[in-house]
């Protein structure tokens, strides 16, 4: 009796045992820590072991996909300039807090290609030109198991499903009762109702936002029927995953093995290094380059003193303030904000006598 009883249970828990997915939104960020979409993020998040890297797609001028949530540079790089009017070798002059510029999708493919990390991916702009680039990409470097692909609109995502069916598709917010052409639902918020309807119709159920441990927690009980969370925690939510009995991982909480990897890393002193190898230990990333060294993260150029500094909170305004498209207040928006009004805000930079806040893309004030 007792091995049916058995039996029973592993049949109710294993799609959560072998499906819950950890999706590293933007990298591990930790809403600021590390900037969002480097290679400190995404590094930490492959280290992890993460199911997916989420990515934000934006295309140049000169039709380069570039990971960035923003199509303005103002927030992350702190200059206002627009990517989609940029050809890719003068965006690639600005730096984020970490002293990365932007990178091209075709860089991160080529970074992680001899890992087991997938991709969740969001074209921002949903042109045909833009869609068709992705999937020549996913095609050219055989990523086609190794994609999800996510919009807000359903018309991008039928055209992804026109050119190739076999790509697994999320439809981000919205109606729950989604098109059968999609696996994925993704939103902001649980709703019991949308996780028992898509329970009961074979898709799956994604929550993005979900930062805390008590959140983790909660969402990652199979009674909730939630399948992932997309977190820009995910190391913290690796670690509530491995000690949790029913999601059992297969790495150590404290020592991540290492992880195969393709790319440069650039010295304190501006010297360009091949790193091959990287693994996580106590918190702190260690690179190998070749023979035989190891480099922690501490050794590499991290940091970008000029550029804004990610970091979310709110402010109140103590009087009438005006908005500008940047950090050093040289252009003026048509947009006023009252005294006493409370925002919240995505970044701050610090100048003499006064600090920045942004309040989401190329929205600055001052306090």
């Not at 072991?49 to 039709?63: C, F, G, I, N, P």
């Not at 969740?120 to 833009?130: A, L």
């Not at 990523?143 to 790509?167: C, Y």
């Not at 006023?336 to 006598?353: C, E, H, I, Q, T």
């Amino acid at each position: 009796m007792n091995k049916y009883i058995l039996v029973g249970f592993f049949i109710l828990i294993f799609p959560f045992t072998c499906g819950f997915l950890n999706i590293a939104h933007r990298g591990d960020n930790e809403q600021g820590k590390f900037a969002e979409h480097s290679w400190v993020a995404y590094d930490r998040a492959v280290c992890a072991k993460v199911d997916y890297l989420e990515l934000d797609l934006q295309q140049t001028a000169d039709h380069v996909l570039v990971v960035s949530h923003d199509e303005n540079l103002s927030r992350v790089f702190g200059i206002d300039k627009s990517i989609a009017n940029l050809p890719y070798r003068d965006l690639i002059t600005y730096e984020n807090q970490n002293g990365e510029s932007i990178h091209r999708l075709v860089d991160v493919f080529k970074r992680y290609q001899s890992s087991n990390v997938k991709f969740m991916i969001e074209p921002k702009d949903n042109s045909d030109n833009d869609i068709n680039n992705l999937l020549s990409l996913i095609k050219k470097y055989h990523l086609q198991n190794r994609v999800l692909l996510e919009s807000f609109s359903e018309l991008a995502l039928l055209k992804i499903h026109k050119s190739d069916p076999q790509i697994p598709l999320t439809q981000l917010a919205g109606d729950f009762k989604i098109s059968p052409m999609l696996q994925y639902y993704a939103n902001n918020f649980y709703a019991k109702k949308a996780a028992d309807y898509l329970g009961e119709h074979n898709k799956k159920y994604l929550l993005w936002g979900i930062d805390t441990e008590t959140q983790m927690k909660k969402y990652s009980r199979p009674e909730e029927n939630v399948s992932g969370i997309l977190t820009d925690y995910p190391v913290k939510l690796a670690t509530i995953l491995h000690e949790n009995n029913v999601f059992k991982r297969y790495y150590e909480a404290a020592a991540y093995p290492s992880e195969s990897i393709s790319g440069y890393m650039y010295l304190k002193n501006g010297k360009k290094v091949y790193v091959d190898q990287v693994k996580m230990k106590d918190n702190q990333l260690f690179y190998h380059v070749k023979p035989n060294i190891w480099i922690s993260y501490d050794n590499l150029k991290n940091s970008n003193k000029f550029a804004p500094k990610a970091q979310v909170g709110k402010i109140k305004l103590e009087h009438d303030v005006q908005v500008y498209t940047d950090p050093a207040f040289e252009k003026k928006t048509e947009k006023k904000l009252r005294k006493d009004s409370a925002w919240n805000y995505f970044a701050v930079k610090k100048m003499p006598g006064k600090t920045a806040y942004n309040l989401g893309g190329a929205q600055w004030v001052s306090q």
